[in-house]
């Protein structure tokens, strides 16, 4: 389902909720029953026998319990019914830890007991402390409330009693309006749900990963706000508190569900917007400041959920301080989109627009807690709209994001494409290269074999004059055998490089006849080849090769002894260490006698001014003159 269309559902949910909330005419004008007087009286161990018999109990007006005195009070409660039809209402007695209600049943013509209370683990009502009572038409009635003000809750000096009474009708009017709203609430954001764990399980990404997290945060959130772990989790109750006005407060399960819910959904928005708009690159000193702010407040919730768990009632001080958090981290939130629209992010605008709303919703909730009160018994829409709103825009966000991503994927794609088609060419173009160079490598392959038949014969030679002379004779014959063998092998590249360069000239020559029209590219790119023929080092690693053959760690001692050395002046040393005349030197490098002679002159005396620093006598004679 598009976001849109998401959008047009809650718009006529909320219309429906607005609706259905308005009561009707004949509840506002029909007479409603009243509290004519109650009587308090400090339980002293009666019974309920002698509450009802004994009449010269001192009920006694009076609008305060005091905690001092007893634990527990007796409350004798005078009520009218105008109408002339019997009404059933829901009464409730401020402070609500744990009330019992005594009745007179006049169909069953006896008298009845209703419990109902925080810190009553059978009370499984949405909003407990409710005690359902039926009163009889054109009559008054007497009834009487134990209250039990608990043994481990927080009491102050005085507190005050306050009693209520709601028609049946309209609580379960009301009561109907606001399950629906969580029906609905909770059926959307488990419908979102549901396909983000999808697309998580086929692809996993950190971005829906957290999405999945605030989804969770906010379904615990609009359940518990909405008091429906009270019906699920009754009990346990770890701490109770009584304010001086007589309202009451218990920490159970419900209360814990909340905790968690919020940290969920501030954690997930919040790790949303840094994996979204990559603030660590992008923003870095918002993206630290956003991380300690969560970091910050999942400590504290931590801190206020153990103080709780332990039987000290915290909320009562806590609250405020929580709900300042929230509005920060949600002010946050802001000013990161903001900062990313403004530094001109990619998608920034589109997400700042998406949580516009679902953050001013969390902080106005927020704000009202603060300001407003909090004992709104889960009566209240601001929280599902702010909630819908935040899952709804993230997944608007979230849809342009793919978008976005499929349509960077499709450009990349597209690039690959002609990366690969060229990257095809470039083979085919090595494949021509390879083809044309196998023919010169068939030559040398004969070459190497004709070496190979010259070793094997100088080998045999060198057997049979070491038979006749001793070992050092025999190793110096063998020296002298491989000294040939690297000439013959500088005679071959010497003759490869002549016939390279001949082959050259007779292709300029037919360049300069052939006019440029007539000219074929094939004779330019064969030109090229062989320019590129005569600079090739393959000779000089085959001739480097056979020499380390017979000089082993002539390289590393050179190196050792004048490391100054280029790799072009070891080669230089290398050919006059040989004793190759300065034409052949030449040849093998493609230079004139000229340019090795003043090559030469300078090596001479890099390695005369290496050897007077090092304390070393002068250069051999391989040096010292032609």
């Known amino acids: 389902m598009s976001p849109r269309l998401w959008l047009l559902v809650l718009g006529c949910w909320m219309g429906w909720l607005r609706g259905t909330a308005q009561p009707t005419a004949s509840q506002a004008d029909s007479p409603q029953p009243a509290l004519l007087r109650f009587g308090v009286l400090a339980d002293r161990g009666y019974d309920w026998e002698k509450i009802r018999t004994d009449s010269t109990l001192p009920f006694a007006p009076a609008d305060s319990l005091h905690p001092a005195q007893s634990r527990c009070y007796w409350l004798r409660l005078r009520l009218a ?140 959130y609009i359940t518990a706000f909405r008091g429906y772990f009270q019906a699920l989790l009754p009990g346990p109750v770890w701490s109770a508190a009584v304010l001086p006005d007589g309202h009451s407060y218990a920490y159970g399960p419900n209360n814990l569900a909340i905790h968690l819910a919020v940290v969920l959904l501030l954690l997930g928005a919040g790790q949303v917007t840094r994996a979204y708009l990559a603030t660590r690159r992008h923003l870095p000193r918002l993206d630290a400041a956003l991380r300690y702010a969560l970091l910050g407040y999942g400590a504290f919730s931590a801190g206020v959920l153990a103080v709780n768990l332990s039987g000290f009632y915290l909320e009562t001080y806590s609250l405020g301080i929580d709900n300042l958090l929230v509005l920060g981290v949600a002010g946050l939130l802001l000013a990161v989109a903001v900062a990313a629209y403004r530094r001109r992010l990619p998608l920034a605008g589109p997400y700042l627009v998406a949580n516009l709303l679902p953050v001013l919703g969390i902080g106005v909730v927020a704000g009202q807690h603060l300001l407003v009160s909090v004992n709104n018994d889960g009566n209240l829409l601001l929280p599902d709209v702010a909630i819908l709103a935040h899952a709804l825009g993230f997944a608007a966000a979230l849809h342009l994001r793919l978008h976005h991503a499929q349509q960077t994927l499709l450009a990349t794609e597209r690039e690959a494409a002609a990366l ?71 005679l071959y590249v010497q003759q490869k490089n002549a016939l390279l360069a001949e082959l050259q000239d007779q292709l300029r020559a037919l360049h300069r006849q052939s006019p440029a029209a007539e000219r074929p590219a094939a004779l330019a ?102």
């Open 420 to 490: 690969a088609l060229d990257i095809e060419r470039q083979q085919l173009r090595q494949r021509e290269i390879v083809l044309k160079n196998s023919h010169i490598q068939a030559a040398l392959l004969a070459l190497q074999q004709r070496q190979q038949a010259r070793e094997q014969h100088t080998q045999q030679l060198s057997a049979d004059v070491r038979q006749q002379q001793a070992a050092n004779h025999d190793l110096q014959q063998q020296l002298e055998a491989n000294q040939r063998e690297l000439a013959s092998t500088s």
């Open 525 to 626: 790119e064969v030109q090229a080849l062989l320019q590129a023929g005569q600079h090739l080092d393959e000779d000089w690693g085959r001739f480097k090769l056979h020499f380390e053959q017979v000089h082993p760690r002539f390289f590393e001692e050179l190196q050792a002894k004048y490391p100054a050395l280029t790799s072009h002046e070891q080669r230089l040393y290398c050919y006059f260490h040989i004793q190759l005349a300065t034409k052949e030197i030449a040849v093998l490098l493609n230079i004139d006698s000229a340019s090795v002679r003043r090559a030469k002159t300078r090596l001479y005396k890099k390695i005369a001014a290496a050897d007077q620093a090092a304390g070393r006598p002068a250069p051999g004679p391989e040096l010292a003159g032609e």
């Open 81 to 220: 019914n105008p109408s002339h039809y019997p009404q059933a209402l829901q009464l409730r007695v401020l402070p609500d830890l744990d009330n019992t209600l005594y009745y007179f049943d006049e169909e069953a013509r006896a008298w009845r007991t209703r419990r109902a209370g925080l810190a009553v683990v059978t009370d499984s009502q949405r909003t407990k402390g409710r005690l359902p009572l039926f009163l009889p038409g054109r009559a008054t009635t007497t009834c009487y409330v134990l209250v039990a003000l608990g043994k481990r809750a927080r009491l102050p000096p005085a507190v005050r009693v306050q009693v209520s009474l709601e028609a049946a009708a309209v609580a379960q009017r009301t009561e109907q309006v606001y399950r629906t709203a969580w029906l609905v609430s909770l059926a959307v954001l488990a419908l979102l749900l549901l396909s983000n764990l999808l697309a998580l399980l086929r692809r996993p990404d950190p971005l829906t990963r957290w999405y999945v997290c605030s989804q969770v945060g906010a379904l615990l």
